[in-house]
């Protein structure tokens, strides 16, 4: 399996309070991405990453931030949780030519009360 | 909005048979992937078929892609209860400029023993 470590595994927070969750690889892929997953809307892609310090938005990005300040490492932080963000997040990497394979972490369940 | 859309939601069939399922995509792809994900983990790669491509193997996968109708399938022959999890597809638009895969919906599988 890739190294990729997602943290924590689980968290339950309240709402209107910040949280952020963490991508660690060990594969130095450049590409990053963080996905939610609901029932019904499958995967949708957050924000992703090509290198450090560079990002940009997916298809449901409001409400979200993300930073990358070192290869290994891309974080996720909701800067204020809403209900509507309880999902599961997953974060999977990328050596970048779109005919290789994503890798995915085993996501973090987030509730968000 | 969600690139692919995958047929059907769900599936329950024996141990033995083939399983198919079908994604549907909306805009021009460069590839198409196959995932799947067994409970509470992340996606695992399966199989990939570029645009130039109709039909691929790998094992007891088939995949079969019509860029005309904008479709792709993926047959499991003599399904195993381990063939038990959820299948997706994931597209890499050619409008989309990076590497930016869009997953569709998924189809859940289940093979009775």
């Known amino acids: 399996d890739a190294g990729i470590t997602q943290s924590p595994r689980h968290k339950v927070t309240e709402t209107g309070t910040p949280v952020t969750l963490r991508c660690h690889q060990t594969?130095?892929?450049?590409?990053m991405y963080w996905y939610r997953q609901d029932p019904g809307h499958g995967l949708r892609l957050i924000h992703y990453s090509y290198g450090v310090k560079d990002t940009d938005k997916g298809e449901v990005s409001d409400g979200y931030s993300v930073s990358r300040s070192k290869t290994e490492d891309f974080l996720l932080t909701l800067e204020s949780a809403t209900s509507s963000q309880t999902s599961v997040y997953f974060c999977?990497?990328?050596?970048?030519?779109?005919?290789?394979?994503?890798?995915f972490g085993n996501g973090t369940r987030l509730t968000v009360t | 909005s969600q690139q692919g859309e995958e047929d059907p939601q769900a599936l329950s069939i024996q141990e033995g048979e083939n399983a198919t399922m079908n994604c549907s995509y909306k805009t021009s792809i460069n590839n198409l992937q196959w995932y799947r994900q067994n409970s509470g983990r992340g996606l695992v790669h399966l199989i990939l078929i570029r645009s130039n491509e109709r039909e691929k193997h790998s094992g007891r996968l088939r995949v079969t892609l019509d860029t005309s109708k904008k479709s792709s399938s993926l047959l499991i022959t003599a399904s195993r209860a381990a063939d038990t999890a959820s299948y997706f597809c994931?597209?890499?638009?050619?409008?989309?400029?990076?590497?930016?895969?869009?997953f569709g919906t998924g189809t859940r599988l289940k093979v009775l023993a």
């Open positions: 994931a597209t890499d638009p050619i409008t989309s400029g990076t590497y930016k895969y869009i």
């Open positions: 999977a990497i990328s050596e970048g030519t779109t005919e290789l394979p994503l890798h």
């Open positions: 594969e130095n892929h450049r590409y």
